[in-house]
């Protein structure tokens, strides 16, 4: 069902809400096995929503999925979650990669997140737990963020539609930032809709967040019909559409016929330089990353003991790879020629994609450039490395959206519509156009 | 001996740097809880930073940007404490070099006998005061700290100033840092004693180490807190949580309305009026304060007016708890107080007393214009036979008593002059004896 007919349907009183609930607890007992949830909260009448555990609700366990904040809870609302008033009811704090690090979405400290179309796979990250658990019907929105793709990834693996905003669009207060610079609150649904009606409720500016600025629409739902394919210019970024996967390729190239079908202009165009995109940002992301983390060195957020036993036991592998790394890359000796180039790098491909879609209304490329691949087969860089195709559109502050597109290999794949800075509508308007063609 | 100073002043804003909390109230923001973001930047504190920095004289940036100092430490809720890039730099106070004057936030208290942290100023705005290394003595660290002190409430930033000094003194090659000390005093003895104990150390044969060390206020001595070998690495990155700030606005509209420097008004004062030195420290708390002074100098001796400011004046201020700041005297009324005060019309006392009821209830109660100076003496001295017989014997001290009778009969409004010269005659009349 639509999430539309579902929010009109039970608006209207023509769907019974407490059958509802019932159906999504049942489905939350089925599905246990594909920890999707690190924290169950008593649902109430409502939208039933989950949110990733990386983003604050009043009085619920918040962990991160990292075991160092095993036992803190949240003592404030995340400006989003305290934006989206009682039509919603919390069901769940979705897993998700510890601190939002990983594309993969399985490394949960509590649970092994599966994915629901194949549980031999990843789901996707990092918000994993979101994703499965609209895929699993568990829950009809999610409250996901994006930093390089975390949205996204889970949203194409899972086949359901996960949005990054443009960078400053909804607050980030009560959001544990991966990278400060780069991070967003992403909503995700089942279909482009849902995610304009979530949006239109987080949408806006904050005075917890400074990055914050007021976006030209207040309700993105109206304006997902009115909009046009027509006459859009749409780009094609050709270099980094031939690095995917032949399956994958496949896909994005019917979504762009779709697109051509409705009247839309397709540029191709090698975008050289875009692929740099993922050095610069992990290197960015490590320093960030390690400054933010040195606060789970005091004893204030939960856990009481030695700070070498939190540090050394809590913290994941790959946690500590990056806060190690973010260390290094920021000392003296060391950040002219690391930290200091992951800044350049960022800045370059901001200029690249800014100029790119100066002349276009709309870039599309596939949202992942393989498959989900299976648990535990891939090496820490080749992970950094599918989060080729996210990065651009995350660089340079731009929204962007993951649908599905058909399936590469039987396994689900996503076609990534990205827009310029706070054409947010023009972006989600596409998908809604296209979404039910792919 | 070379000292160099790192001045911390809290400026008199209320609330925290990067949210609304007041002293010592907290909230996710000042106690760092994961997914907090700052709030806007204190706009009050950044103008009291442009401030600072214009008086030291510095060169004024125009973009400031927050930057995270990292280091581990238990008082800091994050591990990393945000300050800002230079607002100023390049600056001076008097003969003393400043090398920049930046804004940052504070950390919690650290209770290192307990062991226990305070996280109720945590976040709290302050402003730092880096100075050249150039101090030779201790006295003229407490002397820049003075002269610091005036400037700051000069300037209207704090007052009473309250502030922290970390300090580098070495004798030697070594860099030794004191750190943490609250009061001028402090510093004094800080530094006593560290010169002493290097000095020991040199003379002793051996070397002073590098380190840090705290100062403990209740015994007046320092103890090692860290030895340290290399330069500390704050490993600073900007916070992409606070967007670049440009200060140029504020700025333009602040120099606009920048008074007369401080100590070019002290020496102006010290030339054109001839006051006192204590004098011109006292009549220029403020500008405002400074203003009033010299009004009303143009009507009376100026060095009289400074020396009634600052006996009187001040003193009846700061007995009713009032700041200059806040004083606001009905001008006109102190104009013809000080006209009659200065034309000897009026006691010093009942100047005085004068000056206490205009604070108090607005405005003096007048004495009759017409008093009867001789009946009032005649009617003491009748009082008073056994006093006037010895005055008669020659005890002469005993007119003073006699004078300060007749002046408290009369509400003290008659100089003390003209009663004694009315008492000369009563006197000459009844016997032939010149007091």
Redesign the interface.
Known sequence: MRTKDIVSGIKCGLLDMHSRLEEQEIARRRYKRHAAFITEIRSKPGFSLAVKDNIAVKGIRFTAGSRILEGYVAGYDATAVERLGREFSIVGKASLDPFGAGSGGDTCDFGRTLNPHDIGRVPGGSSSGCAVAIALEMCDFALGSDTFGSARAPAAFCGIVGFRPTYGLVSRHGLIPLCMSLDTVAPMARDVWGVAYLLSHIAGPDKHDTTTHAGKETDYRSGLERYELKGKRVLVPQNLLELCDSGIIECAEKGIGVMKDMGAKISRMRMEGLELSTHAYYLAMFAEFSSDMQRYGSPIYGFRGPVEEARGRLLSAELKRRILIGTLITMKEHRERWYSMGLKGIRRVRMLMEKGMERFDLMVMPSMPAPPWKHGTLNPVDSYKTDLLTGPASLAGMPAVSIPCGKAHGLHAGLQIIGRRFDDLGVLGAAHRLEGFL | MKIGLEAHIYPGVPSKLFCACAVPMM???C??????????VNRKAVEDTIKVALALKCRVMERITFM?K?Y?Y?DL????QRTSTPFGADGGLKDIGIKEVHLEEDAGRLDLKTGKVDFGRAGTPLIEIVTEPCMKSPSEATEFLKNLSDLMRYIGVSYPLRFKVDTNISLAEARVEVKNIGSIKGVKTAFEYEAQRQGKVISSGGKVLGETRHYDEDTGRTFSAREKETED?Y?K?P?????DYDISVALRSISRKISEDLFERRARYMKTYTLSREACIAVTPTPGFAELFERLAAKFPPAFVGEWIRSDLIGELSYRGIFPEDAKPDEGRLESLLGKYASGGISKLRARIMLRELLDKGSWKERPADVDVSKAVREVMERHKDAVQKLKRGKKVIADFLVGEVSQALGFQIHPQKIREEMEKVLEKTVQIKI
Do not use: E
């Not at chain 2, 106690?31 to 806007?40: D, E, F, I, L, V």
């Not at chain 2, 809720?77 to 990393?80: E, H, L, T």
């Open positions: 909230c996710p923001v106690t760092a809880q994961p997914g907090s973001k700052p709030m806007a995270r990292q581990f238990p809720p994050a591990n990393f690495d490993r990155i916070d992409a949580d606070l967007p």
